[in-house]
């Protein structure tokens, strides 16, 4: 057979195989959204543990008091102790639920919650909930649990097909993240429900922050809950998933009730009891901070199709603009996926030539989980080096690199082979913090609902822009114009010599090819 008709029958198979899985995708729609009562946040009356912590300085309830959570042991300690705490509600928004180790200890939990009169809504993004479809089930057979799944697919067996028929609906994404116990104590951040997020996986560290917050600040995160919960684009599962025998969802109940008989489970308790954080405090690193917060968050407005000629709404993007372009003398962006674009590249340069110092910590290429987004940002480095902008990209074996408690996104030593980036701070003129979901990237711009906390207080916003600076050289590569203006990445060794790399290091030939060629195409919009 000749080349060209080895050629022919390959594309017509492809054909036949495109026009398949487009078929198998139209044979599942999504069923119509049932009737569902409109739900609402509850608080806990004033004599609940967690109303009892809110206590502000002299008595000023428009403070809420916040806590970093960097260590990732302890962040999921804090998850726990806020299930445990929990009296009335328990409202739980996320993008990714893994069915390992730290989700598997969490439904247990909520069910353990459940169990005890508290009223439990869990709201998952269906992007992230591979594999979790029968465990959620046997999760809401516990009287009191509710689970609903946000923008689903309607193909429950192979998700991607549905990309095919309804790409324009599932390229929406809800990316929030929250952990709200009584409306009272929340929990805010990068942080997904999965062992890379939490220092349990042995391969890779997701290194990521947190916020724990009491107070007023709560109370708004429960209300944008209640907005996601109750939109149209939130399903309940029963008549999406397709029926488990009763006896499978009891054996599955029964090992949620029951963690000991998972012995991945098992060890990760005992692990976590012996920690330092359940005793803490809420679980906080350090007394709380009282200070003036609030929420910053998309709503599901956002995921509505803008009109023609009509205006997008339901955006944070405008409200966070505002409050990053206030810098007056410095900004600090962490973003593990940064693709600012020719607009967020000219934003920064302005910001920069108006005297403030711009630093942007990211991903290495080596570091990275996502090759596509490296190669959305790379284009950019060098006008916002030419522009004075300082980039710092972190080495895969930050790990090896930096020692607890030090590392300002905290990963941990001995836990984890590998890290990668995930935590999204920004830090303005070290008095303001935002913590939250948002990259800068278009994604979290215009595709993703995103959410975070801004925080005014400067002893919060110091610690952490001092704990950045103090391990900076050790964790990350400083990326810098040589005289000749090709891009040089400049490394610090622990003796105190500096060794300069030319091309992108830690990074194999086929990873810097395979971005190469990714930079060439148009696809910043979908980054």
């Known amino acids: ?143 009191g649990v509710e689970v609903r799944l946000f923008n689903p697919f309607a193909q429950r067996g192979f998700k991607a097909l549905g990309y095919l028929t309804d790409f324009q609906r599932l390229n929406h994404r809800m990316h929030n993240k929250s952990f709200t116990a009584d409306s009272l104590a929340t929990i805010v951040g990068g942080r997904n429900i999965g062992d890379v997020y939490y220092g349990v996986d042995a391969d890779l560290l997701f290194a990521d922050l947190d916020l724990i917050a009491l107070g007023p600040v709560a109370r708004a995160t429960a209300g944008h809950f209640d907005a996601f919960w109750n939109s149209r684009w939130s399903y309940p599962l029963g008549g999406l998933l397709s029926p488990v025998e009763s006896t499978e969802l009891a054996g599955l109940a029964r090992l949620l009730d029951d963690p000991g008989r998972l012995p991945e489970v098992a060890r990760l308790l005992a692990e976590l009891q012996r920690s330092p954080g359940l005793g803490a405090p809420l679980g906080g690193e350090g007394p709380l901070q009282w200070a003036p917060a609030a929420v910053l968050s998309d709503t599901p407005a956002k995921l509505e199709p803008v009109p023609a000629g009509g205006a997008a709404t ?101 836990a984890s082979s590998a890290a990668s980036l995930h935590g999204k701070t920004f830090l303005v003129d070290g008095e303001r913090l935002f913590v939250g979901s948002f990259n800068l990237d278009p994604r979290s711009a215009r595709l993703n609902t995103e959410m975070g906390l801004t925080v005014d207080s400067p002893v919060l916003t110091r610690a952490l822009a001092e704990a950045i600076a103090r391990d900076m050289t050790a964790a990350t590569w400083r990326v810098s114009l040589s005289r000749e203006g090709a891009l040089q990445w400049l490394e610090t060794r622990a003796d105190g010599t500096q060794q300069v790399h030319e091309r992108e290091p830690g990074a194999p030939l086929l990873r810097r090819l395979g971005a190469r060629v990714l930079s060439w195409l148009p696809i910043d919009g979908l980054l």
């Open 314 to 414: 339901g955006r944070m993007l405008e409200p966070l603009g505002r409050w990053l372009s206030s810098a007056r003398r410095s900004l600090d962006l962490v973003s593990p996926y940064f693709v600012p674009g020719e607009e967020g590249v000219k934003h920064l340069v302005e910001l920069a030539r108006r005297g403030v110092a711009v630093r942007i910590i990211t991903n290495s290429l080596a570091a990275t989980d996502v090759m596509a987004v490296h190669a959305g940002y790379a284009r950019h480095r060098r006008a916002l080096l030419a522009a004075g902008i300082e980039l710092h990209e972190l080495k895969p074996d930050a790990v090896a690199q930096v020692r607890l408690p030090r590392l300002p996104w905290n990963v941990r030593l001995g």
């Open 1 to 143: 057979m000749t080349g060209r008709r080895v050629l022919r029958r390959g594309l017509w198979l492809a054909a036949a195989l495109c026009a398949w899985l487009a078929l198998s995708g139209c044979a599942h729609r999504l069923p119509p959204l049932p009737e569902r009562e409109p739900s609402t946040h509850l608080i806990a009356g004033a004599d609940s543990v967690l109303a009892r912590a809110y206590v502000p300085p002299g008595g000023d309830a428009a403070l809420s008091g916040v806590a970093l959570l960097r260590d990732p042991t302890q962040a999921l300690a804090s998850r726990v102790l806020l299930a445990r705490t929990a009296q009335r509600a328990l409202d739980v928004q996320v993008y990714i639920w893994r069915p390992d180790a730290s989700g598997l200890l969490l439904l247990h939990e909520l069910r353990r919650a459940a169990q005890r009169g508290v009223r439990v809504r869990l709201l998952l993004d269906d992007n992230g909930s591979d594999g979790m479809d029968a465990w959620l089930q046997a999760a809401a057979t516990q009287p």
